[in-house]
């Protein structure tokens, strides 16, 4: 893939995207502001397109060697620490797991804490709490912090005082419903979704008013039998049928439209809510384990891309959107990226929904191919589980080809970075009654190892020709988020709790330190008195594990559990 001027290259850039944007009409100015900052990481994803690049360099691949650490930061909360920072100006918010257990503000050179929020969060939050008691970061907008909890609250917070300013119930989190991750700001409204595809919830996404907490929107990802798609789903399972929208979403202001992903459908075993094997006809079961495409304004649904209909294995189809603009046959298009659970990379138009192309990254053999034209996968008949028909040796493992941990898109190499796994597993269904606030599965699921002798591995892919550029693979799963930079650079952390960067192009690791504890959270940089820094958050995942038999217990004893923010920067 080469590329031809720089006007080409900014052309691909989320941030010349967002610029082109009308300030408080395609989306929130102080977001809009704060992103067009280099020196800032105003979103989760760095930006409204997630791409996760900072076009920051004075950290690059000729000094990255010396990197040293400026400071460190005890959240004072063990487990599944998998937040992101964001920093606007000179602070650092950055939040703990447990609930979260504390949101902080640091000044961001030196760590100093300006102030600190401890929300009361409920005793019992870890039995509706489906795969740990985990958050990712907050947002901010319009002065203020907004903070998913796991109680289903979301909270809105001073920026400068950490003071509370409203708190709003989204969910009723005893029904196995928790807000996991950060919400995304559009405009005068805070859209979030939520968790609980494991319990049987059915699923939404919703937006409040920014300034009040009051809900403004709810628009349901499982649709009713009298609504669209409605007819996707056997008898009355619609009402139990997960399709919860628990990561998080993307925003393209050209277009004004939100994109996220959703979950598995309720329950696991295929029987219950379509026909229990792959001759599913239009029993897909909407919208799960579906990229969906949403009008922040009302709710309402503009198309949506279903990458596993009739879902058998768990193959949620959360993970993050990344927009951007790709050079494809001679034009540009107005890119959606996506690494699916289900072990294929998926390039679509976001302004159509017209998937482009989609091929497998990682070893899957569940399906043949996912065939563009159909947009279905040509599936492996016994790969398919269902009633008396348990199957064997299926690729990806239920955590997929890609977890949560996002990718980065670095528009001056042209490659998405990708911290996948390579883990297997058989699986048969069982029968399965629904109950409030306890798994609904109807599934066992042992785990196996995927092929070649390691489980984990560092993907440098290029989505316009669909190959795999590098790789450094790993012995275990489940390894860190990536950030790229403008200095030629890829960073990323693992199990073992070895933070790395990386040379984008080459693959080449620079330099690496061991901080203690297992990396999941994807690392940040920003730059402060002219002086750049790049910030993770480190707490081994402790209740995934338990899903992952052996391989889970090698996952335990890779590293200790933690929680803890470090910062480096060249001295």
């Not at 919400?183 to 009040?212: C, H, M, W």
């Not at 976001?350 to 599936?379: C, H, I, P, Q």
């Not at 002086?531 to 052996?550: D, M």
Request: aromatic share 10%; proline share 6%.
């Amino acid at each position: 893939m080469t590329f031809g001027t720089k006007g080409f290259l900014a052309g691909i850039s989320m941030i010349a995207m967002l610029a082109a944007a009308t300030p408080g009409v395609r989306a929130n100015e102080t977001v809009l502001k704060a992103q067009s900052d280099s020196n800032q990481w105003a979103v989760a994803g760095h930006d409204y397109g997630n791409t996760r690049f900072s076009p920051l360099k004075q950290i690059n691949t000729e000094n990255a060697g010396k990197l040293t650490l400026a400071y460190s930061f005890s959240l004072a909360s063990l487990r599944s620490n998998e937040s992101s920072p964001i920093v606007i100006g000179n602070t650092l918010y950055v939040s703990s797991s447990w609930g979260p257990k504390y949101v902080y503000a640091l000044d961001a050179a030196t760590g100093a804490r300006k102030w600190t929020w401890e929300p009361d969060i409920p005793e019992d939050v870890l039995q509706y709490a489906c795969c740990d008691v985990n958050n990712r970061g907050v947002t901010y907008a319009d002065g203020k912090i907004f903070v998913g909890r796991l109680d289903g609250k979301l909270t809105a917070l001073d920026a400068a005082t950490g003071k509370a300013l409203w708190t709003t119930k989204v969910v009723d989190y005893k029904q196995g419903s928790v807000i996991t991750s950060p919400p995304l700001v559009v405009r005068d409204k805070v859209i979030t979704g939520f968790g609980g595809g494991e319990y049987g919830v059915r699923g939404s996404l919703q937006a409040f008013d920014i300034n009040t907490g009051k809900q403004v929107w709810q628009t349901f990802t499982v649709p009713s039998p009298d609504e669209p798609g409605g007819d996707t789903w056997k008898g009355d399972s619609a009402q139990h049928g997960g399709g919860a929208a628990w990561l998080v979403g993307s925003y393209d202001p050209k277009s004004d439209t939100v994109y996220w992903g959703t979950s598995n459908p309720g329950p696991w075993n295929t029987a219950v809510r379509s026909t229990g094997d792959g001759n599913f006809g239009k029993l897909t079961n909407l919208y799960t384990a579906s990229t969906v495409a949403f009008d922040p304004n009302t709710g309402k649904i503009k198309w949506h891309i279903q990458t596993t209909p009739a879902d058998a294995w768990d193959y949620d189809g959360v993970n993050e959107a990344v927009l951007a603009d790709l050079k494809i046959g001679g034009s540009t298009v107005p890119a959606l990226m996506k690494a699916d659970r289900n072990g294929y990379f998926f390039v679509a138009n976001r302004e159509t929904g017209k998937v482009l192309s989609a091929e497998k990254y990682v070893f899957s053999n569940w399906a043949k191919k996912w065939d563009v034209a159909t947009m279905r996968a040509v599936e492996d008949p016994d790969k398919r589980p269902g009633p008396n028909h348990p199957a064997k040796d299926i690729c990806p493992n239920l955590i997929g080809g890609k977890n949560w941990q996002p990718m980065s898109f670095n528009p001056q190499t042209g490659l998405v970075y990708i911290p996948s796994n390579n883990v297997c597993m058989d699986w048969s269904v069982s029968d399965v009654a629904y109950k409030r606030g306890v798994f609904y599965l109807g599934a066992e699921f042992p785990t196996k190892e995927g092929p070649g002798g390691f489980l984990g591995e560092l993907v440098a892919w290029d989505p316009v020709a669909q190959k795999k550029v590098w790789s450094i693979k790993e012995d275990l799963p489940f390894n860190g988020g990536t950030l790229t930079t403008g200095g030629g650079l890829v960073f990323a952390g693992n199990i073992h709790g070895d933070f790395r960067a990386i040379d984008a192009k080459s693959g080449k690791v620079l330099w690496s330190k061991n901080l203690g504890s297992g990396i999941g959270a994807g690392p940040v940089t920003y730059q402060v008195d002219g002086k750049q820094y790049v910030a993770i958050v480190v707490g081994r995942t402790a209740a995934l594990p338990a899903f992952l038999g052996e391989v889970g217990k090698k996952m335990t004893a890779a590293a200790p559990e933690g929680g803890s923010l470090f910062v480096f920067s060249v001295q």
